[in-house]
């Protein structure tokens, strides 16, 4: 004698598809947070290597590598872009980018200075000018932060005068402005204690990193555990039944 009934084929077979793709998708999100870690680990560890030259890096790309570079050129120094980014700090304050023209290329490397606090008067911060002459620029050699609805369409067109503001950086679109063609990634400066900007090396993983990636994968192995339950439970014997 068993204390389950005999279930129905369709109730068998619905069960275990539902474990098998609660399953599968705890095991893809726990893959995730293995992903995303490894790239906190690889992006951690670029800082302190050796600067690369930026024409073989660029020549040769690696989707999820991080390289530091080093890059001869110049900047277009009337030309800069702020990102409306108040996250740094409780006073607000905006990520400058400048466009560079390295030597020898036709395309423009869009560097990211770093980052200027805010005076809490909502106003951008006064930005020291950039120079003219050619120089070397070190740092890492980064996508271009992410950014999700784009509210109000392109903010850049509607602004004739120089700096320009948006809440997001679309590099396409920052292409298009400047009426150029512009490399993929961005050029994120290192550190410098005598620089007024503030530069921090980080990946900006915030809207999903590793830890809710494990989150999902409990939510939904949770979830198997409960298809499995709720079939032992409309299908357990009630007492006098044989």
């Keep these: 004698m068993t204390w389950l009934r005999r279930p129905a084929w369709w109730a068998v077979l619905l069960t275990l598809a539902a474990v098998l793709v609660f399953a599968r998708l705890g095991i893809w999100q726990l893959h995730r947070a293995d992903y995303k870690e490894a790239l906190l680990r690889r992006y951690a560890a670029a800082a302190g290597r050796p600067a690369q030259d930026f024409a073989a890096v660029t020549a040769n790309p690696v989707e999820d590598g991080y390289p530091r570079v080093r890059v001869n050129g110049h900047y277009l120094a009337d030309r800069l872009y702020l990102l409306d980014n108040p996250k740094h700090?409780?006073?607000?304050?905006?990520?400058?980018?400048?466009?560079f023209q390295?030597?020898?290329?036709?395309?423009?490397?869009l560097v990211d200075l770093?980052?200027?606090?805010?005076?809490?008067?909502?106003?951008?911060?006064?930005?020291?000018?950039?120079?003219?002459?050619?120089l070397t620029l070190q740092g890492l050699y980064q996508p271009p932060p992410g950014h999700g609805f784009e509210m109000g369409g392109d903010a850049l067109v509607r602004q004739a005068q120089w700096p320009k503001t948006s809440i997001y950086?679309?590099?396409?679109?920052?292409a298009a402005d400047l009426h150029a063609t512009l490399y993929p990634r961005v050029l994120v400066l290192d550190a410098d204690p005598a620089a007024i900007y503030v530069r921090v090396h980080t990946l900006d993983l915030s809207s999903?990193?590793?830890?809710?990636?494990?989150?999902?994968?409990?939510?939904?192995?949770?979830?198997?555990l409960a298809a499995v339950v709720l079939f032992v439970v409309l299908h357990r014997k009630r007492r006098g039944q044989n």
Excluded at 102 to 109: F, K, R, V
Excluded at 208 to 224: C, L, V
């Design 208 to 224: 999903m990193p590793p830890a809710r990636h494990r989150a999902y994968a409990f939510q939904w192995f949770a979830f198997a």
């Design 169 to 174: 950086l679309d590099l396409p679109q920052v």
């Design 89 to 99: 700090d409780e006073m607000g304050g905006v990520e400058v980018y400048a466009p």
């Design 102 to 109: 390295p030597e020898h290329a036709n395309q423009l490397l």
């Design 114 to 134: 770093g980052f200027l606090p805010g005076n809490g008067s909502g106003k951008a911060p006064q930005l020291p000018p950039l120079p003219d002459a050619a």
